[in-house]
C-alpha cells in the first residue's frame, strides 16, 4: 500500500464499496461516488494494483491528456480522508473495483490502516438484484455479521450462507480486530439493473444518514431518482408483459407493507430533514 498524506481526523469512521460482484447497478459504488463529490476528500493511500488485481478481469484504461500523450490508468482500490468540521466524526472512504487476488493480504492491508487511523466503525455498502418493483421505496438491509455487534448497535443478523464477496471478508476481518462493521445492501429489481441507479444510491444515503445520526448533502440524487423512476415506468408500459409483471411485483409489495412500517418511514424522513435544517 502507497501511503501519502494522512491528516489528523476525529473519531474516524470508515465507508467502503467496491465496483463488480457486490454492487448491482452501481449503486453502492456510487453511494461512496456520491460522498466524494460532496465532501471533497483528500486520497491518503492506494492499494498495490499488481499485487491485488488480475488485468485481464479489470484491464488498465487508455486515455490522452490535453497535449495528446496517452497515459494509462490501472486498476486500484483509493483511501480517501473526509475531515467534516460540522459533523461529530470524520470519515475514511474507500472504493475500487473488488479485488481479483490474494484477498486475505488486501483485507489485512486495509484493516492495518484502519487500526493506525483508530476507525472504530467500518460501513460496507453493496447492492443486489432482487423481485422487488422499481416503483416503489427502494429496500435496504442493515445487518452485522456477530450478534454481540448486532445487539450493540441495534442491527439485524445477518443469516445468509453461501458465496461471499470481499465485503464478507471485511466484515471477518474487522471483527477479529475488535472493530465494529456493518453493511447496508440495497435491492434492485433484476429487470431495471442498468448502471447508474440513482434510486438505489439514495437508499443507501439515506441509511447512513439514519444510522449514523447525520446529514449528507444530497444534491441532485432527488431528481436523478425520478428521472430513473420515470424512464423505467416508460420502459415497462412499451412490453405488456413487463407490465403485467411490474404490477405483480406492486401488488405484492403492497400487501406486505404494513401501516406502522410506512409510519416509520415517515418519522425518519421527517427526522432527516430536521438534520438538514440544521446544519443549514
Not at 77 to 84: D, E, G, K, L, R
Not at 151 to 161: A, C, F, N, P, T
Amino acid at each position: 500500500m502507497e501511503i501519502l498524506n494522512i491528516p489528523a481526523l476525529r473519531n474516524p469512521r470508515m465507508i467502503i464499496a467496491f465496483t463488480g460482484w457486490n454492487d448491482a447497478g452501481e449503486a453502492a459504488s456510487g453511494a461512496v461516488e456520491h460522498l466524494l463529490n460532496h465532501w471533497k476528500g483528500t486520497k491518503i493511500a492506494e492499494m498495490e494494483s499488481e499485487e491485488f488485481y488480475d488485468f485481464q478481469v479489470n484491464r488498465p484504461q487508455v486515455s490522452l491528456t490535453e497535449s495528446k500523450m496517452r497515459t494509462i490508468s490501472w486498476p486500484t482500490t483509493s483511501i480517501f480522508a473526509v475531515q467534516t468540521p460540522h459533523l461529530h466524526c470524520d470519515f475514511v472512504l474507500v472504493q475500487g473495483p473488488e479485488p481479483s487476488l490474494k484477498w486475505k493480504s488486501f483485507v489485512s492491508d486495509l484493516l492495518d490502516l484502519a487500526d493506525d487511523l483508530d476507525v472504530q466503525l467500518i460501513v460496507t455498502l453493496g447492492a443486489l438484484l432482487a423481485d422487488v418493483p422499481h416503483s416503489r421505496s427502494i429496500q435496504v438491509t442493515g445487518s452485522a455479521a456477530h450478534p454481540e455487534v448486532a445487539k450493540r448497535l441495534g442491527m439485524e443478523i445477518s443469516h445468509y450462507q453461501g458465496p461471499t464477496g470481499i465485503l464478507g471478508v471485511i466484515q471477518e476481518g474487522a471483527y477479529r480486530r475488535a472493530i465494529d462493521c456493518i453493511s447496508f445492501w440495497s435491492a434492485l429489481p433484476h429487470y431495471a439493473s442498468a448502471s447508474p441507479s440513482p434510486k438505489a444510491t439514495l437508499a443507501l444515503i439515506n441509511s447512513l444518514e439514519d444510522f449514523l445520526e447525520i446529514s449528507i448533502p444530497l444534491g441532485d440524487l432527488h431528481s436523478s431518482a425520478q428521472i430513473w423512476e420515470s424512464d423505467v415506468d416508460e420502459l415497462a408500459e412499451q412490453d405488456s408483459d413487463i407490465a403485467e409483471y411490474v404490477k405483480q411485483l406492486e401488488d405484492s409489495k403492497d400487501a406486505q407493507e404494513l401501516p406502522e412500517a410506512t409510519g416509520d418511514e415517515i418519522a425518519r424522513e421527517f427526522e432527516r430533514y430536521l438534520r438538514r435544517k440544521s446544519s443549514e
